[in-house]
C-alpha cells in the first residue's frame, strides 16, 4: 500500500495528474484507518501480559515439581521479554 501511495503522489507530482489525487486521498485515509486499526490491536494485545502469564504458569508448575514443562513455559515467557534474564536463569535448572 505504502508504494502505491507513494507512486501515486509522484505521478501527480510530476505529471499532474489531478484525476487521481481522489485516489490518493482514499488511500491515505484507508492507510490511516488501518494504522489506528493496528494501534489498537497491539495495545489491546499489550493488556493481556502474555508474558506475564506464561512466567506464572511456569512458576506454578515448578512449585508442582514440572519441571520439564515448567521450563518449556519459561522459555516462551523470554520470547514475550518478561524478566527475560530471570526466565533464562529458571529455564537452565
Do not use: C, H, P
Not at 488501518?34 to 499489550?46: F, K, S
Not at 522459555?75 to 524478566?83: E, G, L, P
Request: proline share 0%.
Amino acid at each position: 500500500m505504502n508504494d502505491e501511495i507513494r507512486n501515486l503522489e509522484s505521478s501527480l507530482l510530476r505529471e499532474e495528474v489531478f484525476e487521481e489525487y481522489e485516489k490518493y486521498e482514499n488511500l491515505l485515509d484507508r492507510k490511516g484507518r488501518l494504522e489506528t486499526d493496528l494501534r489498537r490491536i497491539e495495545n489491546e494485545y499489550g493488556k493481556l501480559n502474555a508474558g506475564k502469564v506464561r512466567w506464572n504458569i511456569a512458576y506454578a508448575l515448578e512449585r508442582m515439581e514440572q519441571f520439564a514443562e515448567s521450563i518449556r513455559y519459561y522459555r516462551t515467557a523470554i520470547s514475550f521479554d518478561f524478566d527475560a534474564n530471570m526466565a533464562r536463569k529458571k529455564s537452565l535448572i
